[in-house]
């Protein structure tokens, strides 16, 4: 079933595969605050609007109505998104 999202959602848990589109990687900002923290060493990347993508390989703060994406790497992005 396509849910028109880029990754798997089980649980807190969303998979991002490598065949991902890279232009389904878009920006966008979420309603709530969340705190993401990858599951598996990865070289995929996340980008908060106007600074410098950065390596997603620790627990990362997503503000409510920041504007944000992920940026496409090798393999696959496992990460766990939780909201508070």
Do not use: A
């Not at 396509?2 to 232009?23: H, S």
């Not at 979420?30 to 705190?35: A, I, K, L, N, Q």
């Not at 410098?52 to 998104?81: D, N």
């Amino acid at each position: 079933m396509d849910t028109g999202r880029p990754y798997i959602e089980e649980g807190e848990v969303r998979l991002f595969t490598q065949d991902v589109p890279e232009e389904e990687l878009v920006w966008h900002r979420d309603r709530e605050d969340r705190v993401i923290d990858p599951v598996e060493p990865t070289n995929w990347m996340f980008q908060y609007d106007n600074e410098v993508p950065r390596k997603i390989t620790r627990l990362l703060f997503i503000p409510k109505g920041t504007y944000h994406r992920v940026i496409k790497g090798t393999g696959e992005l496992k990460i766990r998104v939780k909201k508070i």
